[in-house]
């Protein structure tokens, strides 16, 4: 196992092992269930920000976890008509909450990102392009 990607803890009974794409997941999955959240942005291309669907949630956030911090920077592309700052806020706490919650490290910071504005239209377009 790759040392570089992997947190230790080391506990009485043995060493505990969290690998950094577990916290990303963990991240990525509190980001979407906040309302306002289009998607992950998978950075620019073009000019124009890459919506990753469910399957890429972990390529929207970067971590840099520590034997006992992690500090979390999510890109997202959000709904048009919300309020940015408050989807912003209620995403740091989301992800502080979980990735606290499940891996015991304490998060120090979480950055949001936004990258781009999703229209309905625009996603229901898509939709139809599909079938």
Do not use: C, W, Y
């Amino acid at each position: 196992m790759d040392n570089e990607n992997v947190l230790i803890q080391r506990e009485q009974a043995g060493s505990i092992r969290i690998a950094d794409e577990v916290v990303k997941v963990i991240a990525g999955l509190a980001t979407i269930e906040v309302k306002g959240v289009a998607g992950m942005s998978g950075g620019l291309a073009g000019g124009i920000a890459e919506m990753l669907g469910r399957k890429n949630l972990s390529r929207g956030i970067k971590v840099e976890v520590g034997e006992k911090e992690a500090a979390v920077d999510v890109f997202v592309i959000v709904d048009f008509g919300i309020r940015i700052p408050d989807v912003a806020a209620e995403i740091q706490e989301k992800v502080k909450d979980a990735v606290e919650r499940m891996t015991g490290l304490t998060v120090v910071e979480v950055n949001v990102n936004v990258q781009g504005v999703a229209f309905a239209s625009e996603l229901k377009d898509e939709e139809h392009r599909v079938k």
